[in-house]
């Protein structure tokens, strides 16, 4: 007996309806990067490793996916380096290319090399899967795909105010409630120089930025495990228990990091972006979190993350602003800014809530009954019809029992089945029979036409 096949874990497979569901998202997404103006690109799935290595830090190089050299690869390698079992050296050897680990080093790549194409500032959408060789669980996958759209070659601070439009934007148009929160990296240096362990901005960071999870006690026992004074911690607290309006805070922060350069950059940049979104008419609330951090060896100014209101769930959108993307190849100084939906949870939102609208994960809405030669030449055309205004239209391929025609309707959750005997053809009219209500009607192919429609 045949071995039944499987897929690699952390790998899936997905049905037409989950499809169905994960092109609203991409296609919702896409329409609205396209309205704000950004171009869509594509990058190959295989970079080379030259390009992907030391990029993501030594565990982000553990994760990379490599890709064997074709032809003959052991030629070059001597038995004693097989012998030695080195696995990392062998790779190198052995390895060329690697699979994309995420779209912003292949973008910065890109920028790179087609800068003398490129029109700046340039703003760039890619919708595209990612591969990762992580250890696979719940919501952690070793393919998933990544929504990013960034703008590069422009320090204005319009860039964030309209990436937070595109983020209410989209959730509207979902019907996901979501807060936006955000925060500036400057602020983020400013509070670490005031409370006087500016070298423990990473420790403090990362410490600060679980307070939702693990609570207030736990994160100042993580910041004195990690050598924070308790003179320190102690000034922390006030601002990271925060609390009031925006602008409450901005001013609160403000007299706090008072002799703060760079804390008071921080906080005039977030007040821009706060005041000029007033004026937009945002859908949903945004939400100034000094205790966001988000990766603060890559972004260097504003910060944002979104979660859903009505579900308990992660971070299902985030991003920042980055000074430097190209330096990794050579091309300092280009400033960019930039978010990423996160597909896989915005589609786990929305399957929680029920928030899909039934024609975007609709299949077919009407089925042509296979009576015989005769009768499926005189239902061609009206297949033909009903698809030329709109109507997703199968004719079934196969003269067999009508019973089983009705089961296939059934299956696939067809709402309308045409018929057309002997007594129809005649009359130049079809059956249309509403498979949810059971009611049949005699109609020509217009009225049927006006009915599914």
Known sequence: ???KPNIPKGMRDFSPVEMAKRNYIFNTIREVYALYGFEQIETPAMETLQTLMGKYGEEGDKLLFKVLNSGDYLTKISDEE???RNSLRLASRLCEKGLRYDLTVPFARYVVMHREELQLPFKRYQIQPVWRADRPQKGRYREFYQCDADVVGSNSLLNEVELMQIIDTVFTRLGIRVQI????RKILTGIAETIGEADKIVDITVAIDKLDKIGLENVNAELKANGLSDEA???LQPIITLTGTNEEKLTTISQVLNDSEIGQKGIEEIRFILDTLKSTGLNNEIQLDLTLARGLNYYTGAIFEVKALDTPMGSITGGGRYDNLT????M???SGVGISFGADRIYDVLNTLDLYPKEAV??????????????????????SKARAQGIRTEMYPDSVKMKKQMSYANAKAIPFVALAGENEIAEGKFTLKNMQTGEQQLVTIDELIDIIQ
């Open 362 to 383: 609709n299949g077919p809405r009407l089925l042509f009954i296979n009576f015989g030669e005769k009768e499926t030449a005189y239902c061609l055309s009206a297949v």
């Open 1 to 3: 007996m045949a071995q």
């Open 82 to 84: 097989l012998v030695e």
């Open 233 to 235: 911690i102690e000034k």
């Open 181 to 184: 929160k955000i925060n500036n």
């Open 327 to 330: 330096g990794i190849f050579g």
């Open 332 to 334: 300092p100084g280009l």
